[in-house]
């Protein structure tokens, strides 16, 4: 082979076959890895197991935070909740986050539709047959939206006022049927009967948490209970998992925007990062292509520590 | 009408010489521990998919109630984390060494895209885990996946969706990618040192000053 053929680059880089070779063993190298990688992984799950913290049933959350479950139940019905102010593709309760001037989370609509106040309260409700909360439920759909509304708030807000949001403390108001609603509310979650009722299909079968997640994260119970085990938003959460395990440290550079200005205090800072590491993913997928990026090799010599006996070899 | 596998033969054959897709040399430049964890990476990756599959025998709680469950989760757990970091350092060698000169960026490109995908992969079994931690995550990465169109169809609630995209597509995905990078690596050999001339052979770089010259792809 002539060196014409050997160095086809207009980079300079020679064709690696036209180097003199050493003998190597790749399956002999591969096995070898492939032991040493399964013995580390074994001792590793011996000395360190996995954490696996129960889920937050609603049940949990109803004896564990009753209080909570009564305002987040107001505030269902008050519309005053994350879920209904959330926009798509739940809603169109809110506008959504956008990019610019690009408002993405609208595009696709709403593609996996939750009223939370039908679909998180009343509709698990209305399969009690209790007769106070099927005459709470019957003055509540008797009433107009603006009356709902006008009870939902101010009992969501005497409930925000209460000590300690204790419905017990709650001075007498225009309230309509909505505190029966709300305690009935908590009566099935301790009961275990919220359980599977907000499952959209109302199947046997119920694989999608859609819903009960959003409940859940509707309340403060979740959120307190994540951050008392360090896994805020702005406690790095996202890359981190309960207990002292390394979680998803290769999420670092994506965790890390959610710690600094000006995505702390941005409306749109999901929108925002997202955008960021969409553009630093395509950057990195396109590193040999961009000029700068691709030559901080030669400017940075860690090859020369690599390949330190090819050079010295070679006198280079 | 030309045979059909004559030309994938040709095809493959051209693809990846024989010799070189099973080689038993190697250039003699090929001599750092830093090698070592591209070797390692796959190997973590069967264990990774190994220690699935065996969760995948047991179902989606048996982890849960099962001590040998347990200790399987565990393996898959450390497994991910193993790979995760010999992939990293992996990736960051091959930065260092400017792997994608001589026509090596697809590889370059099919290594980064296989590291993405595994991103997405490792966060679908942490959505799939049906525990607290599956529980906080899924609730958090909502707002982000949402607010960028993403959640409309991949609903990280779900967690039914979830396990399926953990052990049916994105895995499928990883795969494939994987098996192209590999390929391209056998195909084009192990990226020579940077300046680096054929021994024996003029030094056809040495007009131009090293300092200056950029470290593109082409070739």
């Known amino acids: 082979m002539t060196s014409t053929l050997h160095r086809t680059r207009r980079d300079g880089t020679p064709d690696s076959h036209a180097f003199p070779t050493r003998p190597y063993d790749l399956v002999k190298e591969f096995s070898i890895a492939l032991v040493a990688m399964l013995v580390l992984t074994v001792v590793l799950a011996g000395v360190f197991s996995s954490p696996d913290e129960k889920p937050i049933t609603l049940a949990a959350w109803a004896n564990g935070a009753p209080n909570d479950v009564v305002a987040t139940a107001a505030g269902e019905l008050a519309g005053t909740t994350t879920s209904a102010g959330y926009g798509a593709p739940y809603n169109t309760g809110g506008q959504g986050q956008q990019l610019g001037p690009l408002a993405l989370q609208r595009w696709a609509g709403v593609t996996i539709p939750v009223d939370p106040a039908q679909d998180l309260v009343l509709t698990p409700l209305s399969r009690v047959a209790d007769p106070a909360t099927r005459a709470a439920l019957a003055a509540w759909n008797a009433a107009t939206s603006d009356q709902q509304t006008t009870w939902a708030t101010a009992y969501a807000t005497a409930l925000g006022n209460a000590t300690d949001g204790n419905p017990a403390a709650v001075p007498a108001g225009d309230y309509g049927p909505v505190p029966a609603i709300s305690s009935a509310f908590l009566a099935l979650a301790r009961a275990g009967g919220l359980e599977g009722a907000l499952d959209p299909s109302g199947a046997f079968y119920g694989t999608d948490s859609t819903r009960g997640l959003l409940l859940l994260a509707d309340g403060a119970y979740l959120e307190d209970q994540a951050r008392a085990r360090s896994l805020g938003g702005d406690q790095w959460g996202m890359m981190n998992e309960t207990g002292n395990y390394p979680g998803q440290p290769w999420m670092w550079l994506y965790t890390f925007w959610y710690q600094v200005p000006p995505f702390t205090t941005s409306d749109n800072a999901d929108a925002q990062v997202w955008g960021l590491m969409m553009l630093l993913t395509l950057g990195l997928v396109l590193v040999p292509f961009i000029p700068g990026v691709r030559s901080i090799p030669r400017w940075v010599p860690v090859h020369r520590l690599i390949w330190r006996d090819w050079y010295r070899k070679q006198g280079t | ?219």
């Open chain 2, 1 to 219: 009408m030309s045979s059909w596998t004559v030309g994938l033969r040709t095809r493959l054959a051209r693809t990846v010489p024989p010799g070189e897709l099973l080689p038993d040399r190697q250039p003699a430049y090929v001599s750092s521990w830093i090698y070592v964890f591209g070797v390692l990476c796959l190997a973590s990756l069967i264990v990774v998919i190994g220690t699935g599959c065996v969760l995948a025998i047991g179902g989606v709680t048996w982890w849960h109630t099962s001590g040998l469950g347990h200790f399987v989760n565990s393996t898959h757990l450390w497994s991910v984390e193993l790979f995760f970091a010999t992939m990293v350092i992996h990736l960051w060698g091959k930065f260092f060494m400017a792997a994608w000169r001589g026509k090596r960026a697809l590889t370059w490109m099919t290594g980064a895209v296989a590291f993405v995908g595994s991103v997405g992969t490792a966060f679908t079994g942490y959505l799939s885990q049906t525990n607290f931690d599956s529980q906080w995550i899924a609730g958090q990465a909502k707002d982000g996946l949402n607010a960028v169109g993403i959640g409309a169809f991949f609903n990280v609630l779900d967690p039914g969706q979830m396990l399926l995209w953990h052990v049916t597509l994105l895995p499928l995905l990883v795969g494939v990618i994987v098996v192209a990078h590999i390929v391209l690596v056998r195909r084009h050999g192990v990226v020579p040192p940077i300046d680096a001339v054929v021994p024996g052979e003029p030094g056809a770089d040495a007009a131009v000053p090293a300092p200056v010259r950029d470290l593109t792809t082409t070739g």
